[in-house]
T-cell receptor, first 115, second 114 residues
């Protein structure tokens, strides 16, 4: 299995630009999670989906952030407009089922730098 | 609310030293407990888990015992290797499954020198 695939691995952009992060979950997994990791706040859950439906987006920091999952094999996290404080590593994870006790499999992450 | 507290890093050890990374938790119900590891440049991956009190999770020479009386899940390894250098995260979930989020510690960075 290829594992969770995220793209791009690195993204450098200027403040105000739109940023789109992409994720392909493990085939057969029906839950997908987006996390943000920073030194100050650690690992934060932004949103998660079950069967392509957003279940909890309470971790999305602002309206500038949006996430979609149009089908079982693809999800995007969009930031528009981006700000320097959005600089972080963004992880996507997938699992069989959305219960927290289910093992989550993480992608390698996208390191975002907003200048 | 539920929370996880890990010892602050970084932890620096010499090869073959004994490792302990402390993790304590606060939770209602009966959480499952996890240790995830993040190697440099990679995503997190599950290292071990325990689902009920007195369970011992083990993998790759690492062990952690679910201690309900002390609300702890300390990670240990008898002899660390350079390849164990990584960030280690403790996490909990509600065993009954009602808690749909993993609660994460802030992570503890481990550096093992040859």
């Amino acid at each position: 299995d290829a594992g969770v695939i995220q793209s791009p691995r690195h993204e450098v952009t200027e403040m105000g630009q739109e940023v789109t992060l992409r994720c392909k979950p493990i085939s057969g997994h029906n839950s997908l999670f987006w996390y943000r990791q920073t030194m100050m706040r650690g690992l934060e859950l932004l949103i998660y989906f079950n069967n392509n439906v957003p279940i909890d987006d309470s971790g999305m920091p602002e309206d500038r952030f949006s996430a979609k999952m149009p089908n079982a094999s693809f999800s995007t996290l969009k930031i528009q407009p981006s700000e320097p404080r959005d600089s972080a590593v963004y992880f996507c994870a997938s699992s069989l089922g959305y219960l927290a006790k289910n093992i989550q499999y993480f992608g390698a992450g996208t390191r975002l730098s907003v200048l | 609310g539920d929370s996880v507290t890990q010892m602050e890093g970084p932890v620096t050890l010499s090869e073959e030293a004994f490792l302990t990374i402390n993790c304590t938790y606060t939770a209602t119900g009966y959480p499952s407990l996890f240790w995830y590891v993040q190697y440099p440049g990679e995503g997190l991956q599950l290292l071990l888990k325990a689902t009920k009190a007195d369970d011992k999770g083990s993998n790759k020479g690492f062990e952690a015992t679910y201690r309900k009386e002390t609300t702890s899940f300390h990670l240990e390894k008898g002899s660390v290797q350079v390849s164990d250098s990584a960030v280690y995260f403790c996490a909990l979930s509600d065993r009954d499954g009602n808690n749909r989020k993993l609660i994460w510690g802030l992570g503890t960075s481990l550096a093992v020198n040859p």
